[in-house]
């Protein structure tokens, strides 16, 4: 078994891992890139070598100025590289170190946050034995319980009253005669109509037996708004039971000072919460500038890009594609050297940009699974799986899953998924349910 707060340190510890197998695929690329750069030097130099080698050839000298001119504004495009490389690199620097401070406040308060449910915890846990010790409270919570449970009874009765009322009245209610004589009120004081009409209902009446029917549905009808009246009674008399209960719990927490330390727990629960706000902005700041300079290592940002797209352009030029044609076409040992060189550095440009293009793949991974053990850590401090007596079973479990993850073989789910199943907390001294805790109205209880 293996406590939360150690859990955590692991997971910690897989994000930086992969984050560092990140770093790893990046510094690939920065070479990579390097000897791409480097390799596009070379290819322009030996354009000016051709060039200065046929230059009687060409009988003038417009196509090696140019050649140096290119390499010229290469150098001017890639100047403000280093600098802006330069500046983000100590803003990310500045950037983790405030994560880093953020994160050590986050522990400590998470730890102030522990120490402050336990104290109350335990404080609660005095005040409950203390009154689970005393007569006349137990009389209380007694007479409350029975309170509630024969409102609960009597409330059901009506209900089932009102079901039989619904089902026993539906013959009398489907007769059109004896709804007829009920709705005009017949054989009561406030029954109105002319004597022809006294005469006709009167012959109904008798014919259909409608006194006895009226008293019975009456009766049918009364039964259930007495019931419900009593199941009301009842109910008002629970409630002032359970208040009084409820007032009792609140007095016995007042004086043994558990408010106080619920007010303690809450500001640490407030700072804490504060903090974290502060960290999540922090790692989304420090996030965004890794992103940047990832950019410029690997040789995609603006001040690369246009560099080798203009370097590109200019090495495909029909003037030096003819000089190259040209130079082949001659028996000439030094220009047969140098186009040899350049057919071996366009073979060798097409092997580093197809392995950068792995690399970007790679990194692409690296960098999900980063964000993705980013968000473990952030859903496992959300669920305060990290607080004083959680704990997970299987430690053995859990360093093998995230090695596997760290592999690549399972994602981000499946960790989570065995957290939660390996999760365990440890049972709090107090009770919620006790007292008036137990009513189903919420608790006094923290």
Not at 159 to 184: C, H, I, N, V
Not at 257 to 271: D, F, I, K, T
Not at 314 to 326: C, F, I, P, W
Request: net charge negative.
């Amino acid at each position: 078994m293996v406590s939360g707060r150690q859990t955590l340190e692991r997971l910690e510890e897989a994000v930086a891992a992969a984050g560092a197998q990140a770093a790893a695929v990046e510094a690939q690329m920065a070479a990579l890139n390097q000897q791409l750069q480097t390799q596009r030097d070379g290819e322009t130099k030996d354009y000016q070598d051709l060039a200065k080698l046929r230059l009687g050839q060409l009988g003038d000298t417009t196509l090696v100025e140019r050649l140096d001119q290119t390499q010229l504004t290469v150098a001017a495009l890639l100047a403000p590289r280093q600098t802006a490389l330069t500046q983000l690199q100590a803003q990310l620097e500045t950037a983790a170190a405030a994560a880093r401070a953020l994160a050590a406040q986050r522990a400590d308060e998470a730890a102030a946050v522990d120490a402050a449910a336990q104290a109350l915890d335990a404080a609660q846990a005095r005040t409950q034995a203390r009154l689970a010790a005393d007569p006349d409270y137990q009389g209380r919570r007694e007479r409350a319980q029975a309170a509630q449970r024969t409102a609960a009874q009597s409330e059901e009765k009506a209900t089932q009253s009102a079901a039989e009322r619904e089902q026993k009245g539906a013959s009398y209610r489907a007769d059109p005669l004896f709804m007829y004589l009920w709705e005009r009120r017949f054989g009561l004081p406030e029954y109105r109509g002319f004597a022809l009409t006294r005469y006709l209902d009167g012959k109904v009446a008798r014919r259909i037996g409608f006194v006895d029917a009226r008293a019975n549905y009456d009766r049918l009808n009364a039964i259930p708004e007495r019931l419900r009246e009593h199941a009301a009674t009842l109910k008002a008399q629970a409630e002032a039971d359970f208040a009084v209960l409820r007032s009792l719990d609140e007095a016995a927490r007042a004086a043994d000072e558990v408010p106080a330390l619920a007010a303690q727990l809450a500001q640490a629960q407030s700072r804490l919460a504060a903090i974290e706000a502060r960290l999540t902005q922090a790692e989304s700041e420090r996030e965004a500038l890794q992103a940047q300079t990832s950019r410029y290592t690997c040789g995609e940002d603006e001040h690369s890009q246009q560099a080798l797209a203009f370097l590109a352009a200019e090495l495909k030029r029909d003037d030096l594609l003819e000089l190259r044609r040209a130079a082949l076409a001659t028996p000439a040992p030094d220009d047969d050297l140098i186009v040899a060189r350049l057919m071996q550095a366009d073979e060798e440009r097409r092997r580093l940009e197809a392995s950068m293009q792995g690399l970007r793949e790679a990194l692409a991974d690296q960098q999900r699974r980063v964000a993705e053990a980013q968000t473990l850590c952030a859903d496992f401090k959300t669920s305060r799986y990290d607080r004083a007596g959680s704990s997970f079973d299987n430690e053995a479990l859990i360093a093998t899953v995230l090695a596997e993850f760290l592999r690549g073989a399972v994602d981000r789910q499946q960790v989570w998924r065995t957290l939660q199943e390996q999760q365990r907390y440890r049972a709090e001294q107090s009770d919620p349910d006790f007292g008036s805790g137990g009513f189903g109205r919420g608790t006094v209880w923290s």
